[in-house]
């Protein structure tokens, strides 16, 4: 009788196989306190050195859109209209989810490598734990953006509360590209250096600083091209919520749910493969 | 192996592990010459090549070789932890490992990664809380819980980790190195308390350098070299053929 048969007669099973989706599912909901917990550390940790403390979570913010505020709004302000310094301070502060979760979701697994050596737990968590800690801190800046914006003259009114199904997109959006990048890095490690790169690209190019319908007029089917781009139209939708900017497509919305469920999807379903792989190296 | 009646808890079926390690600067290769003796890149360390055994419950199974001989490979092989890159390895239930490589977030306090650390092991936050104050007595670092770990010498890490790990019941338990990181007093009480654990738990895995230790827990010895299974038997013949060997 050779060894597999011995084990299979005795009801062994093959220690880190990957679980069954189901299983591995109920898995990391049992973990979800471990996921929420993680996130609040970690942001609390963040700023423990710092003579500020958790004050800095609320002034960072601040200060960013202070300075595009005045390089744009201000210094170039004639030139560019007077909603464009609210354009700017919702484009920055939504795009910093995207790519903060792009970002750290990369280094989610590569960067605990002995949580993940040490403790068996469904490895799905790390990246989830990170797209957690990047929603808490963009719910404190969306306060930011939020009186900055009453403050130049935006008043909260019904269209505001779209805000709520239109995060809950753009999270689960970002959940997807952060579980992808988690596993990315664990094959390339050089990405973790190139994804900043890609993720600043991204920021020029997503319409979260210049009207892109506005830079590229004379190229029209590259305008027709960004009703495809999800962060674009998520910062397209939120503009005109909270601006009573133009409208925008409504379909926009069809488009952008489609795109969250694909990302959640291939995000999961990427991440969930290696499952067996990650801590190896 | 007498296989009759007795319970296989862990199959270890011919297990190879393979590491691709990024050799950082000259990595000296003594079969190449000249420029090419200094090369650079990936490195691949083939650190078990090809081990197997059967655990049977009730069984405590010391580990012996000489520093990387593959002994904490093979035991995080059988926890799942190093996927192996051929041959298997089946068990029972997911094994626990007690090691020395448990450090959680450096940065958060002792009381925080007491927190993690059983959250992740898969304990309910209210569990936890009870477990806390057991936890902090067992590692004697009251004084110290809410100090970054990173702050923590070398054997305060090592009893907190080990406090963390053993607070669960485990099936079978796996042991590297943990014995030896504490001070003596601190030796005494993990025995005990792994003697504790092994008594409700089917087999154990103790990793040592100490034949000592070994002798007085363990009534079956792998000895391993260079990732190869050298002997495997009863505790006194393995331990006097290794000591014999150096």
Not at chain 1, 56 to 78: E, M, R
Not at chain 1, 135 to 141: A, P, Q
Not at chain 1, 228 to 246: C, E, F, G, K, N
């Given at each position: 009788m050779n060894l597999t048969e011995l084990a299979e007669q005795n009801g062994l099973h093959r220690v880190?196989?990957?679980?069954?989706?189901?299983?591995?599912?109920?898995?990391?909901?049992?973990?979800?306190?471990?996921?929420?917990?993680?996130?609040?550390?970690?942001?609390?940790?963040?700023?423990?050195?710092?003579?500020?403390?958790?004050?800095?979570?609320?002034?960072?913010?601040?200060?960013?859109?202070?300075?595009?505020?005045?390089?744009?709004?201000?210094?170039?302000?004639?030139?560019?209209?007077?909603?464009?310094?609210?354009?700017?301070?919702?484009?920055?502060?939504?795009?910093?989810?995207?790519s903060s979760c792009f970002v750290q979701g990369a280094k989610a697994i590569t960067?605990?490598?002995?949580?993940?050596?040490?403790?068996?737990?469904?490895?799905?968590?790390?990246?989830?734990?990170?797209?957690?800690?990047?929603?808490?801190?963009?719910?404190?800046?969306?306060?930011?953006?939020?009186?900055?914006?009453?403050?130049?003259?935006?008043?909260?009114?019904?269209?505001?509360?779209?805000?709520?199904?239109?995060?809950?997109?753009?999270?689960?959006?970002?959940?997807?590209?952060?579980?992808?990048?988690?596993?990315?890095?664990?094959?390339?490690?050089?990405?973790t250096q190139i994804l900043p790169f890609v993720s600043r690209l991204m920021f020029y190019t997503s319409g979260a600083l210049f009207d892109v319908t506005r830079i590229f007029a004379?190229?029209?089917?590259?305008?027709?091209?960004?009703?495809?781009?999800?962060?674009?139209?998520?910062?397209?939708?939120?503009?005109?919520?909270?601006?009573?900017?133009?409208?925008?497509?409504?379909?926009?919305?069809?488009?952008?749910?489609?795109?969250?469920?694909?990302?959640?999807?291939?995000?999961?379903?990427?991440?969930?493969?290696?499952?067996?792989?990650?801590?190896?190296? | 192996m007498d296989g009759s009646d007795r319970r296989p808890v862990v199959v270890v079926d011919d297990v190879h592990v393979e590491y691709k390690v990024y050799a950082s600067g000259k990595a000296?290769?003594?079969?190449?010459?000249?420029?090419?003796?200094?090369?650079?890149?990936?490195?691949?360390?083939?650190?078990?090549?090809?081990?197997?055994?059967?655990?049977?419950?009730?069984?405590?199974?010391?580990?012996?070789?000489?520093?990387?001989?593959?002994?904490?490979t093979l035991m995080r092989a059988l926890v799942g932890l190093t996927p192996p890159s051929a041959g298997a390895v089946y068990a029972t239930s997911r094994p626990n490992l007690l090691g020395v490589g448990a450090a959680l977030l450096p940065d958060l306090s002792g009381e925080r990664n007491i927190v993690l650390g059983g959250l992740a092991l898969g304990f309910q936050k209210s569990e936890i809380t009870a477990l806390r104050d057991q936890i902090v007595e067992f590692a004697e670092l009251a004084e110290f819980i809410d100090l970054p770990m990173r702050t923590y010498s070398s054997g305060m890490q090592a009893r907190l980790k080990f406090a963390i790990a053993a607070s669960q019941q485990h099936d079978i338990l796996i042991v590297d190195e943990a014995l030896a990181v504490g001070d003596k007093r601190f030796q005494a009480r993990s025995e005990g308390r792994i003697r504790q654990i092994r008594d409700n738990a089917g087999t154990v895995f103790l990793v040592s350098h100490s034949m000592a230790s070994i002798r007085d827990t363990c009534d079956r010895v792998l000895w391993l070299n260079k990732g190869e299974l050298v002997m495997d038997g009863p505790t006194e013949d393995v331990v006097a053929a290794y000591l014999a060997s150096r």
């Open positions: 880190g196989a990957r679980p069954g989706l189901w299983s591995y599912l109920k898995q990391t909901w049992a973990r979800r306190d471990f996921i929420t917990t993680m996130a609040a550390y970690r942001m609390s940790v963040q700023n423990q050195q710092s003579r500020l403390g958790g004050v800095w979570l609320v002034l960072k913010p601040t200060l960013n859109a202070l300075i595009y505020g005045l390089i744009f709004g201000v210094l170039q302000g004639s030139s560019l209209g007077p909603g464009y310094a609210a354009f700017v301070v919702i484009g920055v502060f939504l795009f910093e989810f995207f960067g605990n490598r002995p949580l993940v050596q040490s403790l068996a737990f469904p490895r799905i968590s790390l990246p989830l734990a990170v797209v957690v800690e990047q929603f808490y801190s963009l719910m404190l800046s969306m306060v930011v953006m939020f009186a900055i914006l009453i403050m130049m003259g935006h008043f909260p009114n019904w269209k505001w509360l779209l805000m709520i199904p239109l995060v809950v997109l753009y999270t689960l959006f970002n959940t997807g590209v952060a579980m992808f990048t988690a596993r990315l890095t664990v094959h390339f490690r050089d990405l004379t190229y029209p089917w590259l305008v027709q091209l960004y009703d495809w781009h999800p962060v674009y139209q998520t910062l397209v939708i939120a503009r005109s919520l909270l601006m009573s900017d133009a409208a925008y497509n409504p379909l926009f919305w069809v488009y952008l749910s489609a795109w969250a469920v694909f990302a959640l999807v291939v995000g999961f379903a990427f991440f969930w493969v290696a499952e067996e792989r990650y801590g190896r190296e | 000296v290769n003594p079969n190449a010459k000249g420029l090419r003796r200094a090369t650079r890149g990936i490195r691949s360390v083939h650190a078990l090549k090809g081990v197997s055994f059967v655990a049977y419950a009730n069984e405590s199974i010391g580990v012996i070789g000489s520093n990387g001989s593959g002994k904490s």
